[in-house]
Nanobody, 136 residues
Framework: QVQLVESGGASVQPGESLRLSCQIS????????MGWFRQAPGKEREGVATIDHDGDTRYADSVKGRFTASQDNGKKTLYLEMNSLKPEDTAMYYC??????????????????????????????WGQGTQVTVSS
């Protein structure tokens, strides 16, 4: 049974940093796409970042240069380093694991050429989320 557990969410002030973690268990595929998504109250879910089995990363324009996705294969953990946080980053953050092709499609989503609801079915496993709140 595949399980994803996020942690690291907190309430911080603008400009501060956080590192989210996603502990993955029961997942044994060699080729995959791992993603970070977020959803703010009253807003649609949006993709934040992806990283594939080769370590290639893709980011939403809104976080590019501030957020960094990484993975520790030995610890089976996915990370999202978030710097220079802004109030608009406030949301519930979710990690997910999907097919390797999902990362390519997410790249097209980040470029504005795909709707997220058409891609998320390719992510078969999701965590429960961790809350990030950025306010002064």
């Amino acid at each position: 049974q595949v399980q994803l557990v996020e942690s690291g969410g907190a309430s911080v002030q603008p400009g501060e940093s956080l590192r989210l973690s996603c502990q993955i268990s029961g997942f044994t595929e060699s080729f995959y796409c791992m993603g970070w998504f977020r959803q703010a109250p009253g807003k649609e879910r949006e993709g934040v970042a992806t990283i594939d089995h080769d370590g290639d990363t893709r980011y939403a324009d809104s976080v590019k240069g501030r957020f960094t996705a990484s993975q520790d294969n030995g610890k089976k953990t996915l990370y999202l380093e978030m710097n220079s946080l802004k109030p608009e980053d406030t949301a519930m953050y979710y990690c997910a694991v999907g097919t390797s092709g999902a990362c390519i499609t997410m790249g097209r989503y980040f470029a504005g050429r795909f709707n997220l609801e058409d891609i998320t079915p390719r992510f078969g496993y999701w965590g429960q989320g961790t809350q990030v709140t950025v306010s002064s």
